[in-house]
């Protein structure tokens, strides 16, 4: 007969206020250098759902995409007859004193058979409380190095992320000064590995206003919209505002763990944003 089951050691009382996790990460000024720590927003905490932060995303392009169909007399532009059964040929519509068909989907220059229509739904609806938590699961996988590398970035081996640079980073205005910040953070390899990856898109998509397309790269995330106007035309490189600032954003095509950098003023909206209290 088995013995008496020992019992589980008491569970200390939770500390008085206790909340959620706050994580801190060291502010880097404009020589690279690590300065003071600030503490992350509560939603960097959160958990990573990749389902919901493909859905996010997902339903992000879909409600992206223009409405768009065929004029409803294309392929019908054409004086047709037909001349009836019993003439050894088909029933395909032909042109006037002609032998040649027309109109019909199986002939040349003549209507499509399913032509995409104008009112067709692209749209696709998620819940706000799924949105919400795709947010902070993207915001929450930008810490994740791991993450990083699995998308393809180049990330240092000793650095935090996310990276939270100081609000003079903001200013900058040449993309020879974002350069050089980028180098002295370990960062520029990243960049270069973007350029070196852009290459002609396969199919029809060249010839439809997107012929190149460029791997992405780093994420400047500013305070305010006219800022960072230094690191717009890097290669790969994105510049938003927080308050534009979406979940595609943080996990382009749904993969979460983009290489992202923020400033400390930017940090604070994103806290204000998400009604937080600082710690």
């Known amino acids: ?5 020992p019992h589980a050691p008491p569970t200390p009382p939770a500390a008085e206020g206790h909340g959620p996790v706050h994580h801190r990460v060291p502010v880097i000024s404009l020589a690279g250098a690590a300065g003071p720590t600030v503490t992350l927003p509560a939603a960097f905490s959160s958990a990573v759902r990749p389902d919901l932060i493909r859905r996010a995303v997902v339903a992000s392009r879909a409600n992206q995409r223009q409405p768009h169909g065929t004029t409803p007399t294309a392929g019908l532009r054409h004086s047709v007859e037909w ?15 002609s032998n040649r068909g027309a109109q019909a989907p199986n002939t040349v220059g003549g209507r499509p058979a399913h032509p995409p229509r104008i009112e067709t739904v692209w749209r696709k609806k998620i819940n706000v409380t799924e949105g919400r938590r795709a947010f902070a ?4 996988a930008t810490r994740d ?9 180049t990330v240092p081996e000793k650095i935090h992320l996310p990276v939270v640079l100081e609000d003079p980073a903001e200013e900058i205005a040449s993309a ?29 998509g060249k010839r439809r206003g997107r012929r190149r397309r460029e791997p992405k790269s780093l994420l400047f995330v500013v305070s305010r919209p006219g800022r960072g106007l230094g690191f717009r035309n890097l290669s790969g490189v994105d510049v938003v505002p ?6 595609e954003d943080l996990a382009p095509g749904g993969t979460p763990g983009r290489l992202t950098l923020f400033s400390r003023g930017s940090l604070e909206a994103l806290r204000h944003r998400l009604r937080e209290v600082a710690a």
Do not use: C, F, N, Y
């Not at 699961?137 to 929450?140: E, F, P, Q, V």
């Not at 002295?184 to 290459?199: C, F, I, K, N, S």
């Open 83 to 97: 001349s009836g059964k019993g003439k050894g040929v088909s029933r395909t519509p032909r042109l006037m004193d």
């Open 137 to 140: 699961g993207a915001l929450s």
């Open 242 to 247: 927080i308050g534009r600032l979406g979940t």
């Open 176 to 204: 020879v000064e974002a350069r050089k910040l980028l180098g002295r953070l370990d960062l520029w390899e990243d960049v270069t590995r973007a350029q070196l990856g852009v290459h002609v898109r396969a199919g029809r």
């Open 145 to 153: 190095a791991a993450l990083a590398r699995a998308r393809g970035h």
């Open 1 to 5: 007969m088995p013995g008496p089951t």
